[in-house]
């Protein structure tokens, strides 16, 4: 048995030595390769130059990624830099648009039929700090990613009563005192955003009752005695120009890595931070792009926003962007959360193209409220599907009893970053306080144009910029059923002469 064993041993090993040796055999051994040696370079490592340009690449997508995920940020932070610099920097400077706010202010989507005031809160600097809110305020306090920390006025857990809101800073641990609505933010940074409701005077809106009230609202550090707290300070905004966009320039790195730099880390995720440390943002480090980087940057920051328009003309595969079956008005959260939260997804698509146009998004502009709230819902398009354009004159009809229980308004925007089309007008917007001319059946034809269509009435015209596109956007101020369940529609803008 032992020779048997042997023999069949050397007869193995013969085999093999055959197979080994045989030219096909060894040509088929080394065809066989795994898939990715195979699509790479034969499995050899990349040219330099090659290996150069993958990494451009690389970084200016991150850049792109990093400019779409970080511009509500960017947004609020333009917003504040160009509040400061007019008016002063303070937790008790709260600038108000006393004379209702213009083409002449430059900050994405305003509404000029309510009172705004706005301000921006440095709870680094302040500690804790309490917010006394006015009765019957529409607003919100929102960190400086624009995530609400909560609404105030009907929808806020004051209900329109007015209160005392206390904001603690991120990973506050002191003590808490009773009586206040208390919120902690995510971010040192904080924006309030309020509304204030003009009242309807003789001959159209009358902002001094909407302006009294405003200033009704007192800010004061937490521990702070009542002679030590700064007295108030309410500049008038209206009348002035002021630029409170975001940047266009490669400022918006150097903007967000000032705002990584002072932020807790706990802010942003860390996946996003890895994206961010991808081109050179970390936290408490140097930013020291190359030459090449800051082209790559430059670049960037010229790209990205004509992507996120590419996105907002072309519209949503799913529809959900569309209001209505029938209609052209597009709903600029399509459907999704406040948060931008769909069923099993963030929206960071619908997110961007949010934030280019606009600020703000809280709870009471998404939810199914009712008579309280706000929907707003925006025109690109005129009935023929076309885009809207200044050059053009339009119709737009809106049928009897318009649901909003405080009031309905009609702005005009540019297209580009949601600012006021500017005109001879200043004020492309028409409210229910306004003397419109109002049909027989309580219907309200509204006109667009360079000039004024035939038949229009100067009180129902809003006048538009020539061979320029604009978004026409309908609020609804305590929106009512009728606009839930859609037996109260607005007609598409038509043209007209």
Do not use: C
């Not at 804790?128 to 529409?138: E, F």
């Not at 003590?175 to 919120?183: L, M």
């Not at 980087?293 to 590419?310: F, H």
């Not at 962007?321 to 960071?348: C, I, M």
């Amino acid at each position: 048995m032992t020779r048997r064993f042997a023999y069949l041993a050397a007869a193995a090993t013969a085999l093999t030595t055959i197979a080994l040796t045989s030219p096909a055999i060894a040509q088929d051994a080394a065809a066989e390769a795994p898939p990715l040696v195979e699509q790479i370079n034969n499995g050899n490592w990349l040219d330099k130059a090659e290996a150069d340009s993958l990494l451009d690449e690389l970084f200016y997508q991150r850049a792109i990624h990093a400019y779409m995920t970080m511009l509500p940020a960017l947004n609020v932070i333009g917003m504040r830099d160009g509040s400061e610099a007019e008016f002063g920097k303070g937790y008790n400077v709260l600038p108000i648009w006393k004379d209702r706010m213009d083409a002449r202010a430059w900050v994405p989507t305003p509404n000029a039929d309510v009172i705004y005031s706005m301000n921006y809160l440095d709870l680094k600097e302040t500690g804790p700090l309490v917010i006394a809110a006015p009765p019957n305020v529409i607003g919100m306090f929102t960190d400086f990613f624009q995530r609400t920390i909560t609404d105030v006025g009907a929808i806020g857990p004051d209900r329109a009563r007015g209160g005392l809101y206390l904001l603690l800073p991120p990973g506050y641990d002191g003590q808490v005192p009773s009586g206040y609505f208390t919120f902690t933010s995510s971010t040192y940074n904080v924006f309030l955003f309020f509304r204030t409701v003009m009242g309807k005077g003789e001959n159209g809106p009358d902002p001094a009752p909407a302006v009294a009230n405003a200033e009704q609202t007192r800010i004061y550090p937490l521990y702070a005695t009542e002679k030590d707290a700064k007295p108030m300070d309410f500049p008038n905004g209206s009348g002035k120009r002021i630029n409170m966009m975001y940047p266009v320039d490669s400022t918006y790195w150097t903007k967000l890595k000032d705002f990584v730099d002072y932020e807790p880390v706990s802010a942003i995720t860390p996946e996003l931070r890895g994206v961010l440390a991808s081109i050179g943002i970390i936290k408490g480090q140097p930013f020291k792009p190359t030459t090449k980087q800051q082209a790559l940057l430059k670049k960037a920051v010229e790209t990205a926003p004509r992507m996120i328009m590419a996105l907002r003309q072309s519209g949503r595969p799913d529809g959900r962007n569309l209001y209505y079956k029938d209609r052209q008005y597009e709903n600029v959260w399509a459907g999704s959360t406040a948060e931008w939260f769909q069923e099993s997804y963030l929206d960071v698509n619908q997110r961007a193209g949010f934030f280019q146009v606009a600020y703000s998004s809280a709870p009471a502009m998404a939810m199914h409220t009712i008579d309280s709230g706000s929907k707003y819902p925006t025109a690109l398009r005129d009935a023929d599907g076309d885009f809207l354009n200044g050059s053009n004159g339009y119709k737009l009809h809106l049928p009897p009893n318009p649901p909003a229980k405080l009031f309905w308004a009609v702005t005009a925007y540019n297209v580009t970053d949601g600012t006021m089309v500017e005109t001879p007008k200043l004020l492309p917007s028409i409210n229910a306080f306004n003397k419109v001319k109002v049909n027989e059946d309580g219907s309200v034809d509204l006109y667009f144009g360079a000039s004024k269509p035939t038949g229009a009435d100067d009180s129902n015209w809003i006048q538009t910029v020539p061979d320029r596109n604009f978004i026409a956007t309908l609020r609804l101020y305590g929106t009512g059923v009728e606009f839930y369940d859609q037996t109260w529609k607005p007609d598409d803008l038509v043209k007209v002469k």
